[in-house]
């Protein structure tokens, strides 16, 4: 336990340096606001990929319906900010609240029945879940303004947002990966037999990986309509989700590091290719290939980079130098 809370200080203190250096270049004019638009843009994407990579990477679940809780945490801000009450920045967080609720409940009663399915069953099922989210919001009427979306949207997401809940959600989901709920949603990956036959509720542990990824979804979807300023229909289509699968894929399965860093690459990648737009896509999808070609587990695979390392080589050197005494 005192480890766990020096390595998340830790965590902490690094991303606070960080945070810092940033703002320092923000306030120096070094990064404009086409670049911090890059970065949240970038934070958006980190927080998807750690959604679909917790439930793909982490449990061993293929799912396509990550766009669709990414649009009901969208549509939730978009039509409660236009509510008196709600149009402040208090409001914008209750209704990122109201979001993940609702999406963690429409995961919950989804997943329980579905997530008995695997490979290519569950994917479609998933698939078919987003697909029937994305329709109701077509045929919302007044309340979604149907295919035309909704607009006007207050600026609420600022970089600053993005990066404290791209800091804050990633220092919960290692520490849930960590704990004992998490070595057991590890284990559904490797083997759910041996899971179960070791007392391992798979089902449970499926449905929870499911419920957190979903929660993450919609939480970047109230930034991403606070960063974007519109919503519509079409943008929560299956591509939205392989977009995140890609991430996901690309920084390695079951690495949280690297879908930090596929994120940042991809990112990178797609500001330097905005002046080639005509064949940018075709440079994106080549580099992918390439990538899979010669690194067909991803960036890093399943590495991570731990701070408990350089704690534990801490202390087993004091520990020798105590013994030596």
Known sequence: MRKNLKVNVAWLAIFVVLYLIIQGLVSAGVLDMYYIQIMM????????????????????????????????????????????GFNTYNGFYLSMLIGVAIAALLALVFGIPTLRLKGDY??????????????VIVNGGTITNGAAGLT?????TTWPVVFLFVVVITILVL??????TGRQIIS????????????VNVTKMKVITFVVG??????????YVGYIGTVVPKD???????DYLIVAVLGGLGSITGTILA??????????????????????????????????????????????????KTNQKEGKENGAS
């Open 188 to 199: 559904v990956r490797e083997d759910e037999i041996a899971a179960e036959s070791m007392g």
């Open 236 to 242: 929560f289509t299956i591509m939205k989700s392989i």
């Open 122 to 135: 569950l994917a479609i099922a998933t698939l078919g879940m987003a697909e029937i989210i994305r329709i």
């Open 263 to 312: 994120a940042i690459v991809l990112g990178v990648l797609n500001m330097f290719l905005q002046d080639v737009s005509n064949i940018r896509m075709i440079i994106y999808s080549l580099a992918l290939i390439l990538i899979m070609i010669f690194r067909p587990s991803g960036l890093l695979g399943t590495k991570e980079f731990y701070l408990s390392r350089f704690f534990n």
């Open 152 to 156: 006007g949207t207050l600026p609420y």
């Open 41 to 84: 843009g970038i934070g958006i994407s980190i927080l998807m990929g750690l959604g679909t990579n917790l439930v793909l990477g982490f449990s061993g679940q293929f799912t396509l319906g990550q766009a669709g809780f990414m649009a009901i945490g969208a549509y939730a801000t978009a039509i409660l900010t236009q509510y008196e």
């Open 175 to 180: 520490n849930l990966l960590r704990s004992a």
């Open 214 to 223: 979903a929660m993450i979804s919609a939480v970047a979807g109230s930034l």
